[in-house]
Structures are given as structure tokens and as C-alpha cells.
């Protein structure tokens, strides 16, 4: 199956680690990270987000999603193909940011 | 909801301070441990100076390596269903567990693993015995935490227990920095985790999947159920066995999931695998409707992939989602715990028998019978590992816990071992640890001072471990230890013979004087060379009220068939070695 690309949405307990637990998830099956932007939720430090964009198949990437959601910390992974919702989540955090 | 922590003193009532480690060790108290294998170490010390004051309900089995504590840890989950709990110091001690985490990760065991830690001041500083224990450990377990102030470990251990053992059960480590262990904090009311947030280890039993699954059941002519160790788990074997009498439909059993329904039950086909029976490989290929309860179609089960099963319809039972389409595609995916799943398809499956089906397995079986079996138990004139564990079954009548390592012993007892009860075989199955059954043997006979207890292990995984002993020793722990001594590294022995040319590479070995080491540790110990002398020492050992060590010298260059060979499909499976190999 071809690669492409993919934009994965992950919303999580901000806890100590848990970037390391994602990104064991991606590099243990060899998913390549293209891109990465971690945040804590606005007004709630302990809950966090992700958002990556990765480089793998169809097949990989639906496998992966199940993979982390499998992480205690991990409340939801949603991804939908291309860079498009990677670009637009990473905007519209940098308004939040700057208002 | 995590954890609530409540003060045990009315209010307007001075609330009683007590340390971190005391805090712990009631927290463990309130969870049921009755329990801890352990090493102590300088980043633990305040814990074991607390438990001095607790030896009247907490049993401290001192292990003489972390790694026997993991796996005695496991080998007490594993029989009792419990959760098993190991303490350890940081750094060292800490490294240490880490292949018993992998093990009992793979292996879904639930095991709470409690790890000192330098003092918080220090950390990221490398201090004496620092390592990052939590991020090296977070591959290797379902969840772990480190907790830096005393206040924050009841919540821990209340969460670490309830993860190790909901869902598809797993190990969790806690790392807990010495600070917090000295610590002050009030003495609070301890209360179960009964959920996390975002955790959902339950999910509902998906009606309209099991209905699809039912219809499908209902048309088929040649259904088979390969049963995992989510059977055991789940507390499902009375459900696999109604499930199996009501459809007449054939199961075999994986290496975990052994025990999962009685071997003379009349709808067990045999064990399933690389050197797993004749009959369940080759039919594998030969149903229309797979039914896969509670496993994880481990390559060692599939062999290659694109010559598994491609002619079946796949229903796939996991509690774990991620396993459903991970190996084998499923065209129903049931999420779901298996008791639930199989009840609900027992319900909805029509009665029916399916003999001529039934028979092929048979058949199959008869074959591997007349060109495996019966020249290892029967017309045998050297002693072979089959006779040592048919023998072992036949004298204990299917009903002793097995403890097996890994390598050619363990798929001979898979294959020889009459398991009559869930939770009787206990193996590290995905991890392939060698070193695993001593300590874990410890582990279930403590678990189950009642129930015979047989370690059977070869020669080179003896060795791993081998410092157990003085474990055995110490506390009076009746394991019985049966070493098949063939001096050589067996299985990898086997490989070098088949597919790499019989060159040895490095797979024979010298031996010590097992008898003398077994003696030494006050251990009675016998050594059998004949086959005349064999039923004798079993006897003897099973008998006896107190630990035993039996070696058996078995042929040096058994090699244990059946066998799927590397690369090739399950029904592939060759039943005695090609003739340009021998």
C-alpha cells in the first residue's frame, strides 16, 4: 500500500511522558514524523494535545490509532488523510495563543 | 473516577501523620496483597524498614535477583488471578524487572511492580543507582507513574491496581522517590479506583456483531474456535465449553490458552502452533468460519501469514481492539469481554454436530500419532523428554500446575501435558523468556500452597535463574524442579540442524554437577539416566513434602516434531525431519 500523508489528532491526560508514549507508539511500527505540535488544553493544564503529521499507509495509520488509544492517558486519536487539517488546527492554536 | 481519598477521622479531629512507606504498605493491605516479592536496596530502604512492622500480614518472599521477583510476581498472578506485586531498589534493581514487565506485557498478566527511586531533589542529576526508570519502562508496561511527594501514593496504587487488572490485564510500574517515601502524610481512608477517565477497559457487548457472527456460525459446515488466553482471563471457560457442546464445533488451544477447556473434553482438538498438533494446523486451512476467542494470532500460531486461513471467514472475540485486524483481517471484529461474547453467541448459535469435520481432525491426529507420538512414548529405547512429561501427566492425572521455560521442553510439555484446569500452565508464551519457571514456579506455589507444583525446564534456562534455589531454600517453598538435561541450548540446537547446515554454533554446553548445586541448597535432589528408573523418580518427586530436584538426562539430539518450519503456512506442517537434514 502507498504512503501518504496523515493528520493525527491526539487529545490526552497532560501527564509526565506522555509525548514519550505516543512517540514509542509511531516508532516502534516505523511511522515516520513529519511534523509535531504538543499544547495543554486552553484553561486546563491537565489535559494536553497533539496534533502530528505523519507519513505512513492507510492500513499502518488505522493500526497506529488503535495502538494509542490503547495508552491509559489517551482519551482520543482521530486522523484524516493530508496535511490540510494539520495546517488548519496548527493556525487556528496560534490565534488561541496570540488572543 | 480516580481514586477518592478520604480522611479516616471525624472532623475537627487531629488526622494522625504517618509515613510514605507506611501509607504504601496499607495501601497494599487495603488492595488484598498478602504478598511482595522483593530485593531490597538503598532507594527502598525506607519501605523495607516499614515492612519490618508488617511481617504479620504482609509475607516478604526475598528473592536473590530482581528478575526472579517479576517473575514470581507473575507466576503468583498467573495461578491465583490475583494481582502479583514486586519491590524493588532504583537503578539496577529497577533494570532488572524490565524483562519480566515485557514478559508479563505480552503475556497480559497483571502485576504491580513498586521500584525505589533516588531522592527528588536528584533526579536527572545521575545520581548513585538514578536511571529514568519511568521512560525506560513505558514500552514494557500498560501504564506507569513516578510519584515525588507522599501525599500522591494511595491514588497511585490505587489506579495501578485497578489498571493491572481490568481490561486485558498487564504489568504497572510505580517508581517512588526515597523523599516521598519518608515523607509525613496524613493517614487517609484508602478507597479503590473503580475508573479513570480516559480509560475504558469494559467496552458493551456489541449485539448486532455477535448476531452477524451467530448467522454466520449457524451456516457454516466446517467452524473451528481457536482458543486464546482471553478464555482464562475472563473467567470463560464454563461459557467456551457451552459454546463448543451446543455448535459441535471443534477448538484447539493456543499455548496461553491451554487449560481453557478440559484436554478429554470430546470437542478439544489439540494445541495449536509451530509445534503445535497435526490435526488443528492443517484444519486451520481447511474451515470456512474461524472463530479467534481471546488471542492474538501470534506469528508463532499463523506461520506465514499469507498462507493462513485464507479460505475462512475470520470472527475475531478480543478485548483489546487494537488486536482485531492487527494479524488477520476479521469480517466480524467483536469487541468485547469473551464470557460476555460467547454467552450471548451460545444463546443465538443453533444446536447442531458436525461429525464428519470432527472426524478429520481425528484423523489428522491418528497420522501424527503413528509418526510422532508413538516413537517418543512408546517404542522408545532412550529416554525422550514426551515420555518424561507423558509420564508426569499420566501419575499427576492432568491436575498439577505446570511451570515451563522456554525452548523444547516447553513445546513437548504443551504437547504431552494433559491440563485439565484453567490457570494450571503457566509459560512465558509471547516474550519467549528463558530463566522464567523457576522464579515463577516459586510465585504459583505460593499462590497455591495446596497444588502440586512441577517446574519443568531445560537445561540452559535452569541456569538463568539457577540462584533461585536459595530462594526455595529460605522460605521452605515445596517446588518441585524437573530439569530435562540434553546439554545442549535445545531448540536453538534444533534450528542449527534444520536450517542452518547442523552447524552448532555455540549451543552445547558443559554442565555443573545440578545434583551437588541442588544439595548445596538443601534441596533433595536425584538424577535418572534410564528409562527403567524414570516412573520411580517421578513418583518420588511428586510425593515428596518438600521441595525436589529431579534432572533427567534425555537424548542430546531429540528434535520436537511436529513442526511449521520457518516461512512456511500452518498446514505446511512436517511431521518428521526431511531426509537431506538428518
Known sequence: MNKQ???????????????????????????????????????????GGALLLLYTTPDLMEKVKHQLEKLIEVEQAEYSPGNEQFLALVSETAKLEAA | MDALLTSNKEPGTAVKQISGSNALLNCLLAEGVDTLFGYPGGAIMPVYDALYHYSDRLRHILVRHEQGAVHAA???????????????????????????LADALIDSTPIVCITGQVFAHLLGTDAFQETDVVNTTIPVTKWN??????????AAVAKAFYIARTGRPGPVLIDITKNAQNELTPEIRYEPCTGVRTYRPKPALPIASVEE???????????????????????????????????GIPVACTLLGLGAIPQDHPNYVGYLGMHGNYGPNVNTNECDVLIAVGMRFDDRVTGNVSKYARQARVIHIDIDKAEINKIIKAEIGIHADAREALAALTQRCDAQTHPDWM???????DLEYEKVVKKEIEDTTTLKMAEVIHQLSSLTGGEAVIVTDVGQHQMVTSRYYRYQNPRTNITSGGAGTMGFALPAAIGAKVAAPNQQVVAVIGDGGYQMTIQELGTIMQDNIPVKILVLNNQFLG????WQQLFHGKRYSFTELDNPDFIKIAEAYRIRA???TAQADLTAALLEMLESPSSYFLEVVVEKEENVFPMVPAGAGVSEIILEIPKDKT
Do not use: C, W
Open chain 2, 74 to 100: 507473575q507466576g503468583y498472578a498467573r495461578v491465583s488471578g490475583k494481582v502479583g506485586v514486586a519491590l524493588a531498589t532504583s537503578g539496577p534493581g529497577a533494570m532488572n524487572l524490565v524483562t519480566g
Open chain 2, 145 to 154: 507513574v513516578q510519584v515525588t511527594e507522599a501525599k500522591d501514593i494511595p
Open chain 1, 5 to 47: 500523508e496523515f493528520t493525527l489528532s491526539i487529545v490526552a491526560d497532560n501527564n509526565f511522558s506522555i509525548l514519550n508514549r505516543i512517540v514509542n507508539v509511531l516508532n516502534r511500527r516505523r511511522v515516520r514524523i513529519k511534523k509535531l505540535v504538543a499544547h495543554e488544553m486552553e484553561g486546563n493544564f491537565r489535559q
Open chain 2, 526 to 528: 536425584r538424577k535418572v
Open chain 2, 359 to 365: 472426524a478429520s481432525f481425528r484423523a489428522l491426529n
Open chain 2, 491 to 494: 531448540m536453538v540446537r534444533q
Open chain 2, 213 to 247: 457472527a451467530a448467522a454466520l456460525i449457524n451456516q457454516a459446515k466446517r467452524p473451528y474456535v481457536l482458543a486464546g488466553q482471553g478464555i482464562l482471563l475472563a473467567g470463560a471457560t464454563d461459557e467456551l465449553k457451552s459454546f463448543a457442546e451446543k455448535t
